[in-house]
């Protein structure tokens, strides 16, 4: 598969991952719960599946730059991955956390995007 195809499986995994934390996130704001959350499940399955997306679809882009070991800047990108994949049990047991994490997430994504675009 070509590099363009891996990116654009990450690009996907992204908005999948967004869209279901954006969801959750303002479910929460305006008071509701886990119990009261019709599309959870659909939430819940789209974070998990942009998680995987991102993940193989990142190792494949590194594979296809020639990456046989980990540069350095791939690191704190798997760091904000495991932070964006947490997110989502915040989101559900403290619903007052979803303020907070709604500024906070787009920063870590926009450090993870900054990483990947400045790495030499």
Known sequence: MSYEFYKALHILGIALLFISLGGLAGHALNGGTKETNKGRGL??????????LILV?????????????????????LLIWLLMGAALMPLQRKPALAKPLWFVLPILAMTAGYLALSHS
Request: glycine fraction near 22%.
């Open 43 to 52: 939430m819940v399955a789209s974070h998990g599946i942009g998680l995987l």
């Open 57 to 77: 679809a990142g190792f494949g882009m590194l594979a296809k730059i020639g990456g046989n070991m980990l540069p350095g800047w791939i690191h704190p990108k």
